[in-house]
RNA sequence: GGCGGCGUACCCAAGGGGCUAAGGGAGAGGUCUGCAAAACCUCGAUGCAGCGGUUCGAAUCCGCUCGCCGCCUCCA
């Protein structure tokens, strides 16, 4: 397996460091607002690569934050008239919602910073016996700052080097920093402000050593893997390998894997530009399966320009699958084991044969799912050929059983593809806000099929085209008619 | 300015020295059908931003040019 380090900036040979469980962080959101689209890449991307690790054979620990307390939390309470825990229960109940609807499990373990205050303290305390760490005095508090001269090796991950930061510094230093790159590990409390009791009076903790102290904490000081979006690179990531690195005088992380970003008009999607899709608003308007199919058909790597057209193309595509996906079941329940003329299944055979193998090198090779989700759809392409055929018998029924289940296990590696063509259409319903049920559906259809078999062509007609002005697609087949939710 | 990345058909996108340049969407033709739609099948780049070079061989490596983006500041 080769996974791209960022910190070798190469594709390396995926080594674990212990036999037994790999340790997995990926940073997640910090709850002051509605999650967006770049956000839940983030998720799906490490909720992917998670599984696929534990379809491998690994054992996997997967953890991911939440910052629950910082300066834009604060801020947002303020601006709502609430308090700060209230901002961070809510963005994070709205988070859990959105991630559960893109098919976003859980992570091991969901740490947040203001539950690790006695850790992050500590972690300081020995920072400070370490030399690592300074008190600036600030009214009746102290803050404290993480002194990045102390630490030489300061920029390898982000291949920055000290001198160029600190021409690139903000001009609006805390001049009381020894030396304007260092950063924040605790913050005295201003008026207001929410503060926990510390060795250094009111505060709460910065931002980077929830993270360090959290990662260490629940996987050890050195993690397999540790990732987020590549916007965190600089200086979150930094930061944190300065932080824990000096802390326990090990290497903190093997492999350090990032996200692209989602773009809007070939410019990163972000608040400041204001040209963000929350997760809400793309989940009114689309399937949320589609959404995930979208983030997952380029490689996690790569830009991904927002599109409303390609968002819907998501939907007809796995529309498609889910057709042949019904033709199988169909195929399957209808079977009766006899064969009633040779078939020829050759290429089905041979694709099916290889394609446990061709989805694995996808991959295997960076987590490659675009690959991985072409490699599918060419086995679906196949499977309607071959039922194109008609076939009959028990190796059809063999061979095609044999498909559907290769599907099934792949698909639930990227956690898509896995409804039924019934389950798919009725989230389609309530997709495109279709006031009707299954039941409404299956009883006009039956009213029909009636109609028809009485050859009553007119009044057929008529039910077909009332349920297609709402957006129901009939299909009338050999033995029976069947229904669907036009996407198009 | 420093560092990094991108440019593949109408749209999206994989590939990253030699196999017919995957896959999806759109489009066109066909099959099926009471009619129709859907579905399905087939077709679709002699060419991978441009120009040079390396090589028996380049979309793939190297150089230059053009266009675009990211990080260097909170950011997934």
């Known amino acids: 397996m080769l996974i791209f380090n960022t910190m070798t900036g190469k594709k390396e040979d995926f080594i674990p460091l212990q036999r037994e469980t790999i340790g997995m962080y990926a940073c997640g959101v910090t709850a002051y607002n509605h999650c967006h689209i770049g956000h839940a890449r983030s998720a799906v991307v490490f909720d992917v690569i998670k599984r696929y690790l534990q379809y491998r054979g690994f054992n996997v620990k997967y953890v991911r934050n939440f910052t629950d307390i910082d300066d834009k939390i604060i801020n947002k309470a303020e601006e709502e008239g609430t308090s700060w825990d209230a901002v961070a229960r809510k963005y994070i109940?709205?988070?859990?919602?959105?991630?559960?609807?893109?098919?976003?499990?859980?992570?091991d373990v969901e740490p947040r910073a203001t539950g690790h205050i006695e850790d992050i303290i500590e972690v300081i305390k020995i920072l400070i016996d370490k030399g690592y760490a300074y008190e600036v005095a600030d009214n009746d508090n102290k803050s404290l700052y993480f002194s990045v001269d102390r630490f030489p090796e300061y920029g390898k991950l982000s291949k920055k080097q000290k001198g160029e930061l600190m021409a690139g510094a903000r001009a609006c230093v805390d001049e009381k920093k020894k030396n304007p790159i260092d950063f924040a590990l605790w913050k005295a409390s201003?008026?207001?402000?929410?503060?926990?009791?510390?060795?250094?009076?009111?505060?709460?903790?910065?931002?980077?050593?929830?993270?360090?102290?959290m990662a260490i904490k629940h996987l050890g000081e050195s993690i397999d893997i540790h990732g987020g979006g590549a916007d965190l690179i600089f200086p979150h990531h930094e930061n944190e390998i300065a932080q824990s690195e000096a802390l326990t005088g090990r290497p903190f992380v093997k492999y350090w894997m990032h996200n692209g970003f989602i773009t809007i008009n070939k410019e990163k999607m972000s608040k400041s530009l204001e040209n963000f899709f929350t997760m809400r608003e793309i989940l009114d308007k689309y399937n949320a399966e589609a959404v995930r199919l979208f983030l997952l058909s380029s490689h996690y790597r790569s830009p991904i320009e927002f599109s409303h057209e390609q968002l819907h193309d998501a939907?007809?595509?796995?529309?498609?699958?889910?057709?042949?996906?019904?033709?199988?079941?169909?195929f399957l329940s209808m079977s009766t084991g006899v064969q009633k003329k040779a078939i020829y299944s050759a290429e089905l055979e041979d694709f099916v044969s290889k394609f446990k193998n061709k989805f694995e090198s996808a991959?295997?090779?960076?987590?490659n799912t675009a690959l991985a989700i072409g490699h599918i759809f060419e086995l679906a392409r196949e499977i309607n050929k071959f039922l194109d055929l008609r076939p009959s018998g028990e190796t059809a029924e063999t061979l095609i059983k044999m498909a559907r289940d290769m599907l099934s296990a792949t698909g639930s590696v990227l956690n898509l593809f896995g409804k039924t063509h019934l389950e798919w259409n009725a989230d389609l319903l309530k997709t495109k806000k279709i006031p009707l049920s299954v039941d409404d559906i299956v009883a006009r259809v039956d009213e029909r099929q009636i109609a028809r078999q009485n050859k009553e062509w007119a009044e057929a007609d008529l039910i077909r085209k009332g349920l297609e002005d709402k957006g129901i697609i009939l299909e009338d087949k050999r033995d029976g008619t069947s229904w669907k939710v036009n996407v198009s």
């Open 190 to 213: 201003k008026k207001g402000e929410p503060w926990w009791e510390s060795p250094w009076g009111r505060g709460r903790p910065g931002w980077h050593i929830e993270c360090t102290a």
């Open 363 to 367: 991959m295997d090779d960076d987590f």
């Open 93 to 107: 109940d709205e988070f859990y919602s959105d991630m559960d609807r893109l098919g976003v499990s859980k992570a």
């Open 315 to 330: 939907e007809s595509s796995l529309d498609r699958y889910y057709s042949t996906k019904a033709r199988m079941d169909e």
